[in-house]
């Protein structure tokens, strides 16, 4: 097979170590490995597909990060593919089953995606293969590498706010309604957090500390609210 009518795949560093790669690179693709800004392959200028373990795909339910992923790929591609390796709904993680099926309507219905469910990392390569050489069969030319595309304004905005431990898709739209930026956000004190309807004490506080949090500084055992800017900027006292 020459280099012009090889299959190209774009691969994350995240699965560099994985048996995929040399399966991949068996069949005839040419397998190029970077950090992709989002997904686990990329098979054209159009699709991402996103692999994960049926463990890691519930427990991605669990902290919703399944969420942010799937807006980041439909941010950047037309067409998203969720491949899952196992049964999903026999992990030991502790998950109702309504809340996969809530996972599961939302990614099809709302984000458009597509979920195929396979046996194994071989399987799952065979078939990444297949699609890549669907996918490319028309192309004239080898297919470019494609970083980060997001639409500028709103649409970024409200995915920087989903980013943020507690902040789901629903909570967003609110946030940024409220604060008018992800600058004034970021610089909210715990009750002007609270305000946003869906925030309540305990979400305003994770929030506030985890946008604070630094690396190598040692966490405040002062209690929840002691020590937060006043809402005129100062330093507010425990009382």
């Given at each position: 097979?020459?280099?012009?009518?090889?299959i190209?795949?774009?691969?994350?560093s995240?699965?560099?170590?994985t048996?995929?790669l040399p399966r991949?690179?068996?069949a005839?693709?040419?397998?190029?490995v970077?950090?992709l800004?989002c997904g686990?392959?990329?098979?054209s200028?159009?699709i991402?597909?996103?692999?994960?373990t049926?463990?890691?795909?519930?427990?991605?339910?669990?902290?919703?990060?399944l969420?942010?992923?799937?807006?980041?790929?439909?941010?950047?591609?037309?067409?998203?593919?969720?491949?899952?390796?196992?049964?999903?709904y026999?992990t030991?993680?502790?998950?109702?089953?309504?809340?996969i099926?809530?996972?599961?309507s939302?990614l099809?219905?709302?984000?458009?995606?597509?979920i195929?469910?396979?046996r194994?990392?071989?399987?799952t390569?065979?078939?990444?293969?297949?699609?890549?050489?669907?996918?490319?069969?028309?192309?004239?030319?080898?297919?470019?590498?494609q970083?980060a595309?997001?639409?500028p304004?709103?649409?970024?905005?409200?995915?920087?706010?989903?980013?943020?431990p507690?902040?789901?898709?629903?909570?967003?739209?609110k946030?940024?309604?409220h604060?008018?930026s992800?600058?004034?956000?970021?610089?909210?004190?715990?009750?002007?957090?609270?305000?946003?309807?869906?925030?309540?004490?305990?979400?305003?506080?994770r929030?506030?500390?985890?946008?604070?949090?630094?690396?190598g500084v040692e966490?405040?055992d002062?209690?929840p609210g002691?020590?937060?800017?006043?809402e005129?900027?100062?330093?507010g006292?425990?009382?």
């Amino acid at each position: 097979m020459t280099t012009e009518t090889a299959i190209t795949i774009f691969a994350d560093s995240s699965e560099a170590s994985t048996p995929l790669l040399p399966r991949l690179q068996s069949a005839g693709a040419h397998v190029r490995v970077g950090d992709l800004e989002c997904g686990s392959y990329v098979i054209s200028g159009s699709i991402v597909v996103l692999r994960f373990t049926a463990q890691e795909f519930v427990e991605a339910i669990i902290d919703g990060m399944l969420f942010h992923k799937a807006g980041k790929a439909s941010m950047n591609f037309e067409r998203s593919v969720f491949l899952v390796e196992g049964d999903i709904y026999s992990t030991r993680a502790a998950i109702a089953r309504d809340a996969i099926d809530g996972a599961l309507s939302f990614l099809v219905c709302v984000e458009g995606a597509s979920i195929l469910y396979i046996r194994n990392p071989i399987a799952t390569a065979d078939l990444i293969y297949r699609m890549a050489k669907q996918a490319q069969k028309n192309l004239g030319a080898e297919m470019s590498f494609q970083r980060a595309k997001r639409a500028p304004g709103r649409q970024e905005a409200l995915f920087a706010l989903e980013s943020v431990p507690g902040i789901g898709p629903s909570t967003a739209p609110k946030a940024l309604s409220h604060f008018r930026s992800v600058l004034n956000f970021v610089n909210a004190t715990v009750q002007q957090l609270i305000a946003v309807p869906g925030i309540g004490q305990k979400k305003a506080e994770r929030i506030y500390e985890g946008l604070r949090w630094e690396e190598g500084v040692e966490n405040d055992d002062s209690p929840p609210g002691a020590g937060f800017p006043s809402e005129t900027g100062g330093v507010g006292q425990p009382h």
